[in-house]
């Protein structure tokens, strides 16, 4: 049996090793709020239990077994976050901290019952994808809205990161996944996007959201 503990650890190890494979233990304590020495204590002991490869003074690494339980760990916080918006009628800036409650629950039947009942979604109320029953995660060929150029025109396909008061400025344009959006002029200066979309007046949209949003070209 995993602990709580323990699968927080992981699936910010997941988080921040992503991109390279690798963390150091300054990064996660930094991710996680935490003592380092705390940090070095509960890496040794997932390292015990062949989650991670670790030695002293190098960056700790999940090993198959640990990318697999991080990957289960993101796949039922994920469904949560979908059976929320799609079952509950809760806002997607509204979910994030009932599902990291939520997705410690140690019973698979139970999400595998919420996936059934969601119709086997593959991406969560953000876009992300979700790791099927193996811990599998499809890859996506997204872009980020801020490496479009004027004229470019694409589609609105998930937020990431996403923080509620990200989401909340997005409700506030009614700019949702899936919606087209025309790309009219890019700032030389601050690399703000002037754009249009959903038949609406013009938006401008700074460099700090374009580069949180991504998008698939038309």
């Known amino acids: 049996m995993i602990s709580q503990t323990e699968e927080n650890y992981l699936k910010a190890l997941f988080k921040l090793a992503n991109?390279?494979?690798?963390?150091?233990?300054?990064?996660?304590?930094?991710?996680?709020?935490?003592?380092?020495?705390?940090?070095?204590?509960?890496?040794?002991?997932?390292?015990?239990?062949?989650?991670?490869?670790?030695?002293t003074y190098k960056p700790v690494k999940l090993t198959s077994k640990g990318l697999k339980e991080a990957s289960l760990i993101i796949r039922k916080h994920r469904l949560t976050e979908m059976y929320l918006v799609e079952k509950?009628?809760?806002?997607?800036?509204?979910?994030?901290?009932?599902?990291?409650q939520i997705?410690?629950?140690?019973?698979?039947?139970?999400?595998?019952?919420?996936?059934?009942?969601?119709?086997?979604p593959t991406v969560d109320p953000h876009g992300s994808p979700?790791?099927?029953?193996?811990?599998?995660?499809?890859?996506?060929?997204?872009?980020?809205?801020?490496?479009?150029?004027?004229?470019?025109?694409?589609?609105?396909?998930?937020v990431q990161p996403s923080s509620e008061d990200l989401l909340k400025f997005l409700n506030s344009r009614e700019l949702l996944l899936g919606t087209a959006?025309?790309?009219?002029?890019?700032e030389p200066y601050d690399r703000s996007m002037e754009v249009n979309y959903n038949g609406r007046k013009k938006e401008m949209l700074s460099y700090a959201v374009c580069d949180k949003l991504l998008v698939s070209r038309k």
């Open 19 to 55: 991109a390279k494979g690798e963390a150091t233990v300054n990064e996660l304590s930094k991710e996680l709020g935490i003592k380092m020495s705390t940090v070095n204590s509960m890496i040794k002991r997932l390292s015990e239990k062949e989650f991670v490869v670790y030695e």
């Open 88 to 100: 509950m009628g809760f806002g997607w800036e509204e979910v994030h901290a009932i599902a990291e």
């Open 103 to 120: 997705e410690h629950i140690q019973s698979p039947a139970f999400f595998a019952k919420m996936d059934e009942l969601l119709g086997f």
């Open 130 to 158: 979700i790791p099927d029953a193996d811990g599998n995660i499809a890859k996506d060929d997204f872009i980020k809205l801020s490496d479009c150029k004027a004229g470019d025109q694409v589609t609105f396909m998930a």
């Open 181 to 186: 959006i025309q790309i009219d002029t890019v």
